[in-house]
T-cell receptor, first 114, second 111 residues
Framework: DAGVTQSPTHLIKTRGQQVTLRCSPKSGHDTVSWYQQALGQGPQFIFQYYEEEERQRGNFPDRFSGHQFPNYSSELNVNALLLGDSALYLC?????????????FGSGTQLSVL | QKEVEQDPGPLSVPEGAIVSLNCTYSNSAFQYFMWYRQYSRKGPELLMYTYSSGNKEDGRFTAQVDKSSKYISLFIRDSQPSDSATYLCAMSAPGAQKLVFGQGTRLTINP
């Protein structure tokens, strides 16, 4: 049973560029959440997708956007990259949106902005 | 003030010791409490999941939740070098779509 898979594993971009990160949820899961983890910090919630719609959003600017496809996979897009966007981006999947679901995380995409 | 406070450590103990990791929180709406383990350059792995107050045991791991004090703990018995990792507490409220994480405690078990 494949867990949550993310691609790419590492990415280097320069300021002002745009980036797209991809996530495939664990088999049987229909909900995808994205988190940003800065070095030495806990993950911070970006947003959650369910039924191809953004259900909740954390305190992140509109430069961060996402999409969920009919097969439940998801993309995270970040425009106009800033140095402060350098972080580990984590995708988590779950089944349903009641708030009590167990989240399963992928290994993340390490984004470096130069 | 952060919603969830966790001592970042680092914490270093000898193999076989009992480890105690703790988090405090301020949001009384939190009902679901989790502990995740994160190895270097990996995603967080769910260790323990607890609803409301009480204790939960799974092998060498015990999670405790004291909602009256807004305090949660994770105990690791007979610690092993393979337990060396960063431990993250996380919590959520009913109906909320997000987890709120602590900063993480970096733990090293010395052989």
């Amino acid at each position: 049973d494949a867990g949550v898979t993310q691609s790419p594993t590492h990415l280097i971009k320069t300021r002002g560029q745009q980036v797209t990160l991809r996530c495939s949820p664990k088999s049987g899961h229909d909900t995808v959440s994205w988190y940003q983890q800065a070095l030495g910090q806990g993950p911070q919630f970006i947003f959650q997708y369910y039924e191809e719609e953004e259900r909740q959003r954390g305190n992140f600017p509109d430069r961060f956007s996402g999409h969920q496809f009919p097969n439940y996979s998801s993309e995270l897009n970040v425009n106009a990259l800033l140095l402060g966007d350098s972080a580990l981006y984590l995708c988590a999947s779950s089944s349903g949106t009641g708030g009590n679901e167990k989240l399963f995380f992928g290994s993340g995409t390490q984004l470096s902005v130069l | 003030q952060k919603e969830v406070e966790q001592d970042p450590g680092p914490l270093s103990v000898p193999e076989g010791a009992i480890v105690s990791l703790n988090c405090t929180y301020s949001n009384s709406a939190f009902q679901y409490f989790m502990w995740y383990r994160q190895y270097s350059r990996k995603g967080p792995e769910l260790l323990m999941y607890t609803y409301s107050s009480g204790n939960k045991e799974d092998g060498r791991f015990t999670a405790q939740v004291d909602k009256s004090s807004k305090y949660i703990s994770l105990f690791i018995r007979d610690s092993q070098p393979s337990d060396s990792a960063t431990y993250l507490c996380a919590m959520s409220a009913p109906g909320a779509q997000k987890l709120v994480f602590g900063q993480g405690t970096r733990l090293t078990i010395n052989p």
